[in-house]
Structures are given as structure tokens and as C-alpha cells.
């Protein structure tokens, strides 16, 4: 799919936001037209099913798990957590 092999290949994931670098007119574009973000977590958190086999209550666990961890990101990452239900 992506051109990745995992028998020859590692995934090194970077989630530093400082190294990301826009030049003058692609912060320009950026400014202009992305308002707010929208984070998708598609993996499982340890001790909870995968999504589509979840129950009720186990969604409600991972939302306080999420709004914990949210809690911790700092002031100039933080933001308004609305939920979904």
C-alpha cells in the first residue's frame, strides 16, 4: 500500500510539532483555510476491545482515559474537549 516492508523496515515515528516546517506561503494557506483539526484514533488503548467490538461502558472508559491524557498536553496544545455523546 504505502511501499513500507516490515521484514526490511522500521517505522520511526517523529511526533515532534517543532520540526514541521512551513514556508512563508504554505503557512499563508495553512492560516487561511484550516480553522480546526480533527485527531481520529483508530488503535486500540490497552484493556479496552477495538471499536467495532466495544460496549457501551468500555467507550465511556476509553473517553476518560483520552480526556485524562488530554489533560496532561501542554497549554500550547491544549484545547476545548467536546464529547460525543
Given at each position: 500500500?504505502?511501499?513500507?516492508?516490515?521484514?526490511?523496515?522500521t517505522?520511526?515515528?517523529?511526533?515532534?510539532?517543532?520540526?514541521?516546517?512551513?514556508?512563508?506561503e504554505?503557512?499563508?494557506?495553512?492560516?487561511?483555510?484550516?480553522?480546526?483539526?480533527?485527531i481520529?484514533?483508530?488503535?486500540?488503548?490497552?484493556?479496552f476491545?477495538?471499536?467495532?467490538?466495544s460496549?457501551?461502558?468500555?467507550r465511556l472508559?476509553?473517553?476518560?482515559v483520552?480526556k485524562?491524557?488530554f489533560?496532561m498536553?501542554?497549554?500550547n496544545?491544549?484545547?476545548?474537549y467536546?464529547?460525543?455523546?
Amino acid at each position: 500500500w504505502h511501499g513500507f516492508d516490515p521484514a526490511t523496515q522500521t517505522h520511526k515515528p517523529d511526533l515532534d510539532y517543532d520540526k514541521v516546517v512551513f514556508s512563508a506561503e504554505q503557512q499563508k494557506t495553512f492560516e487561511d483555510y484550516v480553522k480546526s483539526t480533527r485527531i481520529r484514533a483508530a488503535r486500540n488503548i490497552s484493556g479496552f476491545s477495538l471499536p467495532a467490538g466495544s460496549s457501551k461502558e468500555d467507550r465511556l472508559a476509553v473517553e476518560e482515559v483520552l480526556k485524562a491524557a488530554f489533560g496532561m498536553l501542554p497549554d500550547n496544545l491544549k484545547g476545548t474537549y467536546f464529547p460525543l455523546g
